[in-house]
T-cell receptor, first 116, second 109 residues
């Protein structure tokens, strides 16, 4: 089956610009989470969407936002880009459930964003 | 706030040796996961641990969970070069999953 698809794979942007990243989850997965990965900070949780609603949010400024569509596809947006936003942005999807069986996340390959 | 700490952050070991990676977390959790990430690649799910005393094994990797101590371990037996990667633990509480900083494992011949 198709995995989690993230587009684009690579992106170079200039400070002050904005960027939109896209994530298509595995079919049937309604939970989509976004993470920022950098060498210095590791994996930082951005937010989680489930059924088009943001369910959890990490400690990132309001410049980072996201949304989820009715087909579970998700986008994240970063406005007014800063050099420190350069990172690998990972999207992960899973079946969100409170009863067994429990599933870990399936991660996409990520979008590597470079801000210059 | 849920915090997850892993140690060591860097681990260099010889092939054939055994070692353990530790994962501590700050609050009660529902589930604990271990992931592997190869350089330049995404994360791959290894294990999910649900309850106190849970143990999962695959190949040379064995993961265990002690919910009372809020501790999980990933034990590596007779390491081989193919195990070189970064290993992350992740704690899931109320469907909020937080990751440790990762342990970069290098297995040398």
């Amino acid at each position: 089956k198709a995995g989690v698809t993230q587009t684009p794979r690579y992106l170079i942007k200039t400070r002050g610009q904005q960027v939109t990243l896209s994530c298509s989850p595995i079919s049937g997965h309604r939970s989509v989470s976004w993470y920022q990965q950098t060498p210095g900070q590791g994996l930082q949780f951005l937010f989680e969407y489930f059924s088009e609603t943001q369910r959890n949010k990490g400690n990132f400024p309001g410049r980072f936002s996201g949304r989820q569509f009715s087909n579970s596809r998700s986008e994240m947006n970063v406005s007014t880009l800063e050099l420190g936003d350069s990172a690998l942005y990972l999207c992960a999807s899973r079946k969100r459930t409170s009863e067994p069986p429990f599933y870990g996340y399936t991660f996409g390959s990520g979008t590597r964003l470079t801000v210059v | 706030e849920l915090k997850v700490e892993q140690n060591p952050l860097f681990l260099s070991m010889q092939e054939g040796k055994n070692y353990t990676i530790y994962c501590n977390y700050s609050t009660t959790s529902d589930r604990l996961y271990w992931y592997r990430q190869d350089p330049g690649k995404s994360l791959e799910s290894l294990f999910v641990l649900l309850s106190n005393g849970a143990v999962k094994q695959e190949g040379r990797l064995m993961a265990s969970l002690d919910t009372k101590a809020r501790l999980s371990t990933l034990h590596i037996t007779a390491a081989v070069h193919d195990l070189s990667a970064t290993y992350f633990c992740a704690v899931d509480r109320n469907n909020d999953m937080r990751f440790g900083a990762g342990t970069r494992l290098t297995v040398k011949p």
